[in-house]
């Protein structure tokens, strides 16, 4: 057994499983026993009428590392699982269905995950379902995944193992089978890392499955509608009207931001340049907190905007003063551009990147993401849609100019090398039609 682990929580919800529950808690103890020292397994009883209740009371006053949460009636899984949530001591959280869906010994594989990613997800390798089921959870995984662009395999299945922070990060709302969805797609959005595990999925013994049903397809998406305008908002931010929810939303979908952040320091002084809604910066400020960030940018709506949507965090500060924030020499480990130097006349692009390597720590990162002029197809349709965003007031420059100013990413390198900088030039893979290109300079140490 080892000591390293941190204390365990199991939370299984429990409606009218009485041919299930003494075997999974049986199973779950030896399980937990194996793998942490402090543990406890957490049923709540959603109102059985089968006598599911009165086993686990029994097994509780054995054990007192179990216990039971009772609700009078049944009131959903996602109600069920929030109290179970609440009623969790330890630091780490799973999540299982009371049916023994799969062998529990998979946490010891799991558990490892947790040293980079804030939640594990489990999805399915194989799947012994009726047609019929198997249609719902193709479709309702689509659905999910396509709306919210969530990168997991499957969004309903019950094994969700995550840090205490996911609960502290997101709150959730769901009284019903929503809660798996909505749980990964707030973890995600507040900046959390998720992780993947396959498991062998063992059909059930005993007991009817609550989640096969029409009714229940249409409480989830009728509970995806009533959310739907904060879950599609990024990081969080909480839109003030339709235009901004369309804008953060896009925006955050159309920028590889997740493929950018792993070109930036993890601790220091970072100065996000022209950082618009503040979602990057916002992003960044969540995944370390030992970045200590500022956001600029001269809309000074955006800012306020974010000031008023964001969630509040230590080590990040918006700014929107008419000109931009100057850096004492040699005091940020990265600066980043995204999107900005096609603003800025071709005579201004030269004293701007120098202004942000005098500003930089020896070894620090000058991060640009701009869009290249090739190939010419992609450029065209990305040029007339940002001209579009000047001429509706969606992004604006300084000046008042409405000028765009797009170059090459080998103009783009040359300008860094000929200011010192080791460069690598990337193109990032994305599923829309743009020419990202990723200029990485390194400053001399």
Not at 105 to 133: Q, T
Not at 319 to 343: F, G, K, Q
């Amino acid at each position: 057994m080892s000591n390293k682990n941190p204390g365990i929580s199991l939370v299984y919800p429990m409606y009218n499983e009485r041919e299930n529950i003494a075997q999974a808690v049986a199973h779950g103890a030896q399980v937990l026993s194996s793998l942490a020292v402090k543990w406890e397994i957490v049923v709540v009883d959603d109102g059985s009428d089968d006598g599911s209740a009165a086993i686990v009371a029994r097994l509780a006053r054995k054990d007192p590392r179990v216990r039971l949460v009772s609700h009078s009636c049944n009131e959903g899984l996602g109600l069920a699982l929030r109290n179970g949530f609440s009623a969790a001591r330890h630091e780490v959280i799973l999540y299982c269905d009371s049916d023994l869906p799969y062998d529990l010994s998979i946490l010891a594989r799991a558990l490892p995950l947790l040293g980079e990613a804030d939640l594990v997800a489990g999805f399915r390798l194989n799947r012994r379902e009726s047609a019929l089921r198997l249609v719902y959870s193709k479709a309702y995984n689509f659905v999910i995944k396509a709306a919210f662009d969530l990168p997991v395999r499957d969004v309903n299945f019950s094994f969700k193992l995550f840090k205490r922070r996911v609960l502290e990060a997101v709150q959730l709302e769901s009284r019903g089978s929503f809660i798996d969805a909505e749980l990964l797609i707030k973890t995600r959005n507040a900046g959390l890392r998720l992780a993947e595990i396959g498991i062998v999925y063992t059909h059930r013994r005993h007991g009817v499955s609550k989640l096969s049903s029409v009714a229940t397809i249409i409480e989830m998406l009728g509970e995806l509608r009533r959310q739907w305008k904060e879950l599609a908002s990024p990081c969080g931010y909480r839109p003030a009207c339709l235009r901004d929810m369309i804008h953060t939303s896009y925006r955050w979908r159309s920028c590889p931001f997740e493929f950018l952040e792993t070109m930036v320091p993890a601790q220091g002084k970072i100065l996000d340049f022209g950082c618009g809604h503040g979602l990057f910066a916002h992003w960044l400020a969540i995944r370390s907190s030992r970045r200590e960030m500022t956001g600029w940018d001269p809309d000074a709506r955006k800012i306020a905007l974010a000031c008023q949507r964001l969630r509040a965090l230590p080590n990040l500060r918006l700014r929107s003063e008419a000109e931009p924030p100057v850096a004492a020499p040699s005091s940020l480990a990265a600066v980043i551009a995204i999107d900005v130097l096609a603003y800025l006349p071709n005579a201004e692009k030269d004293a701007f990147v120098r202004r942000c390597r005098e500003s930089l720590t020896p070894g620090g990162v000058l991060l640009i993401k701009e869009i290249d002029t090739r190939p010419r197809w992609k450029y065209a349709c990305t040029r007339l849609q940002e001209g579009a965003a000047l001429a509706l007031g969606l992004t604006r420059i300084p000046s008042g100019s409405k000028s765009l100013h797009f170059e090459s990413a080998n103009r783009h390198r040359e300008r860094l090398e000929s200011l010192g900088f080791a460069v690598r030039v990337l193109t990032p893979k994305t599923r829309l039609p743009y020419p990202h290109v990723v200029i990485v300079g390194t400053k001399a140490r």
